[in-house]
């Protein structure tokens, strides 16, 4: 049985890969600072370090018998980065430096990475591939994209000294819904909690902008469920442990794409509720479109979308109302 530690492993994401990784049959070792994630998320059957991926002795901690790591931790809002820029690059780039040292004190050689549909900026195809030329628009992507390239070079070290160091970086698309009622998205920068949080408190939702080059005005984005890039988290590990080789990235997209108010409507199908927007500015550093060819994860992660727009919404509600 091998050991696996997440790190972010009590947030949205994060929780939902340690939950996936202990029911394929692999120990699980949970790290995070708690800072947005929630100890209830954690699942039952993992080890919990309080702690932060800056902490060289909550790394060392953490990763104490650990045969890979699931690196989620880190501050993913593209918006709020170009608001909070040195933030942003020292939880993303320093944190990831800081783990990569401790794993190779530790020994550890396997890593994949949570990485972002935030590397492609704007790009001016219908369906972006691997191939796609990066191209971020936000600190977020940037540093995304720096994790990246950080990965890149601890396989190159590795290969001068005659060992081996094996890293994957999985771009997430936008992540929404729920596996189980018992994790849910609290973010209060993604769309679907911030329209259910408004519509709570009895207000119309905010759509940041109505004037993009889409077809109803508003960004169009590639939705993927929460589960699925679990799954392809477990699938990345398990080829990792069987030796088979990986490519350096992977999108975990859909190929198709849905507009934000197109995302309100099923939220409003699901809840039973009326969701009459209100528009305000732009967000900066939110392109208009980005939608993800997903073939290459398809054929090495078992990725495939066993959602669809409405389910993945439908289980959202159904996790925000039980929390």
Not at 82 to 102: D, F, K, Y
Not at 163 to 171: D, E, F, G, W, Y
Not at 187 to 212: C, F, M, T, W
Request: hydrophobic fraction near 40%; charged fraction near 25%.
């Amino acid at each position: 049985m091998t050991h696996w530690l997440v790190t972010g492993g009590a947030g949205y994401i994060g929780a939902h890969v340690a939950e996936a990784l202990l029911a394929s049959g692999r120990e699980v070792t949970v790290l995070d600072d708690l800072s947005s994630g929630q100890r209830g998320f954690a699942p039952a059957g993992a080890r919990l370090v309080v702690g932060s991926i800056l902490d060289r002795g909550d790394l060392d901690a953490a990763l104490a018998g650990v045969d890979g790591v699931v690196h989620l931790a880190g501050y993913k809002y593209a918006g709020e980065s170009v608001r909070r820029p040195l933030h942003t690059w020292r939880q993303n780039v320093s944190g990831t430096i800081e783990l990569l040292e401790a794993m190779r004190a530790h020994g550890v050689h396997r890593i994949v990475f949570s990485s972002s549909a935030g590397v492609y900026g704007t790009p001016d195809v219908d369906r972006v591939t691997e191939a796609t030329p990066p191209a971020p628009e936000s600190p977020y992507g940037e540093t995304k994209l720096a994790g990246e390239l950080l990965l890149a070079d601890e396989r190159r070290r590795a290969e001068l000294e005659g060992s081996t160091m094996q890293a994957v970086a999985l771009r997430y698309f936008n992540v929404i819904g729920s596996a189980t009622d018992r994790i849910r998205d609290t973010s209060p920068h993604n769309l679907v909690p911030k329209v259910l949080d408004a519509l709570a408190r009895g207000e119309a939702p905010q759509i940041n902008g109505d004037d993009y080059p889409t077809p109803d005005g508003t960004c169009v984005r590639d939705w993927v469920h929460v589960g699925d890039v679990a799954l392809a988290h477990v699938a990345a590990a398990g080829r990792m442990e069987r030796g088979e080789p990986l490519e350096p990235v992977y999108n975990l997209g859909s190929g198709d794409g849905a507009s934000v108010r197109e995302v309100l409507a099923a939220i409003g199908r699901a809840a039973g509720v009326d969701v009459e927007p209100r528009v305000t500015a732009r967000r900066p550093g939110d392109p208009a479109r980005i939608v993800a060819d997903g073939a290459l994860a398809a054929r090495d992660l078992d990725w495939r979308m066993r959602h669809s727009l409405d389910a993945m919404v439908a289980s959202a509600v159904r996790s925000a109302r039980s929390g």
